[in-house]
């Protein structure tokens, strides 16, 4: 926990970003994972749209159904409630209307017991996050690569390798920030921009393959562990546990074609065995 301490806030993640320091996240869509994450001591949790493809097997995070987040939200809360857990809100669940955008977000703080709410944004949502931020709702401003708008490109691609693209990142973040988010996160970006907008940043910045500079860094749990068939390159498994998950059901597999159990836990006494007999004679 270094000198995080027992339970940890928004406040502390300040406090770490304006001292130099770093704290880790990582995506989290179950109790049961919270509940290790936790102990292990990642800082904050986000509960990312990316549940769509990890956990509904969709090909796309623009799946995530609204209600499904906000109660895997509550869940990781639940296993977690000492970390900081941000909720992602899924796709159209915040574009088509400031006032629904404004009541889905409550509804993540409230019912999803969240800490903070993650928009993939541009500028052009700095009025909404300014709406939010004076609703009380601590948000963040999600730049750079926005997987949400994935069809609109042909897929996921890298952004701010051009001057231009690069200068379009810098001023999404100074103004979600000067609007009011409490975080910046970028993602796929390159390292020197990266650079750029933490050093104008006054809010702590999350960075997803956007290089070392940002106080905070995230990856999807999933690749951490070696259970995707391809992980992007900024995050390498450093487990095998989908290996070890099929070594373990093959053997499942063979304990039971050949019968090999182990001892059964239950047992019936003899006096009642026979009265279950005698019992069932007669209803037979």
């Given at each position: 926990m270094g000198d995080f301490p027992t339970a940890i806030t928004l406040r502390d993640l300040f406090r770490t970003a304006k001292a130099g320091g770093r704290f880790s996240c990582l995506t989290c869509y179950d109790a049961t994972t919270a509940?290790?994450?936790?102990?292990?001591g990642v800082e904050v949790l986000l509960v990312g749209d990316t549940a769509a493809e990890m956990i509904l097997g969709h090909t796309s995070t623009v799946h995530a159904p609204l209600d499904f987040m906000v109660m895997i939200t509550a869940a990781v809360k639940r296993g977690a409630?000492?970390?900081v857990v941000m909720a992602d809100m899924p796709f159209m669940s915040y574009q088509a209307d400031d006032a629904e955008a404004l009541r889905n977000a409550g509804r993540f703080m409230t019912e999803g017991n969240a800490d903070c709410v993650k928009i993939e944004a541009d500028r052009t949502f700095a009025p909404l996050v300014e709406k939010m931020a004076r609703a009380g709702i601590p948000v963040v401003a999600h730049v750079g690569s926005r997987p949400q708008q994935a069809k609109m490109k042909g897929g996921y691609v890298s952004t701010g390798r051009s001057a231009e693209t690069a200068l379009r990142v810098l001023h999404d973040a100074a103004a979600l920030e000067a609007a009011g988010a409490s975080m910046i996160l970028v993602e796929a970006c390159p390292a020197e921009v990266t650079q750029m907008v933490v050093e104008r940043a006054t809010v702590p910045v999350i960075g997803c393959g956007a290089g070392p500079a940002c106080h905070g860094q995230v990856?999807?749990?999933?690749?951490l562990l070696g259970l995707t068939h391809w992980q992007p390159a900024f995050a390498k498994p450093l487990a095998a546990v989908g290996t070890e998950i099929e070594r373990a059901a093959k053997l499942w597999r063979e304990r039971v074609r050949d019968g090999e159990l182990g001892e059964h836990p239950y047992t019936i006494a003899p006096d009642e065995l026979a009265r279950l007999q005698q019992l069932a004679g007669h209803v037979s």
């Open positions: 509940r290790w994450l936790e102990k292990a409630p000492s970390r990856v999807v749990l999933n690749d």
